[in-house]
T-cell receptor
Framework: TQLLEQSPQFLSIQEGENLTVYCNSS?????LQWYRQEPGEGPVLLVT?????EVKKLKRLTFQFGDARKDSSLHITAAQPGDTGLYLC???????????FGQGTRLTINP | DAMVIQNPRYQVTQFGKPVTLSCSQT?????MYWYQQKSSQAPKLLFH???????NEADTPDNFQSRRPNTSFCFLDIRSPGLGDAAMYLC???????????FGQGTRLTVV
């Protein structure tokens, strides 16, 4: 069974600080997605990474896929209150294997 | 433009009274999923359809059923809701089983 572990599970920081969220597994994934979910809404896809070592940037968010495609990180620079939410990573396996979700990181950015 | 639409956004039902949640998509994706999400936990997959093929997760209670009459629509039926079934229910679609999922806004179910 493929598992994804996210850390930390909860993070509360002040506006303007930097942070990194991790998504780790012992399994290899063909792709990995990051989603952000705001209270009362469905998750929204932020990015998909597919190549080992790949780095993608989305404004102040930087996503990296590990060289071995077993882990990923999300780095936020100069966090803003609008970044508050539940961040979920999800891994796609091979063939007909379904998406596996991490348990999520609840991020709170305090003004 | 909304691509995955769930109705209603909020649903209140009585204990034991059957309830149906609906999901529609304009993406023409092969796969449609239903997830249950409680208290800011990660979404928990209940079942999915790959085209017309239905796949139930092993730990999904029999109380939960689903129908997919065509590519665009999928329904979640809860035959006898219990208090423990109160949750956010999320519908999602994807082109394949292991590709990125596109979620609807969810239906918040309250059982009274």
């Amino acid at each position: 069974t493929q598992l994804l572990e996210q850390s930390p599970q909860f993070l509360s920081i002040q506006e303007g600080e930097n942070l990194t969220v991790y998504c780790n597994s012992s399994s290899v994934f063909s792709s990995l997605q990051w989603y952000r979910q705001e209270p009362g809404e469905g998750p929204v896809l932020l990015v998909t990474v597919v190549t080992g070592g790949e780095v993608k940037k989305l404004k102040r968010l930087t996503f990296q896929f590990g060289d071995a495609r077993k882990d990923s990180s999300l780095h936020i620079t100069a966090a803003q209150p609008g970044d508050t939410g539940l961040y979920l990573c999800a891994g796609g396996g091979q063939g007909a294997q379904k998406l596996v979700f991490g348990q999520g990181t609840r991020l709170t950015i305090n003004p | 433009d909304a691509m995955v639409i769930q109705n209603p956004r909020y649903q209140v039902t009585q204990f034991g009274k059957p309830v149906t949640l609906s999901c529609s998509q304009t993406l023409n994706h092969n796969v449609m999923y239903w997830y249950q999400q409680k208290s800011s936990q990660a979404p928990k997959l209940l079942f999915h359809y790959y085209d017309k093929d239905f796949n139930n997760e092993a730990d999904t209670p029999d109380n939960f059923q689903s129908r997919r009459p065509n590519t665009s629509f999928c329904f979640l039926d809860i035959r006898s809701p219990g208090l423990g079934d109160a949750a956010m229910y999320l519908c999602a679609t994807s082109t394949g089983m292991n590709t990125e999922a596109f979620f609807g806004q969810g239906t918040r179910l309250t059982v009274v």
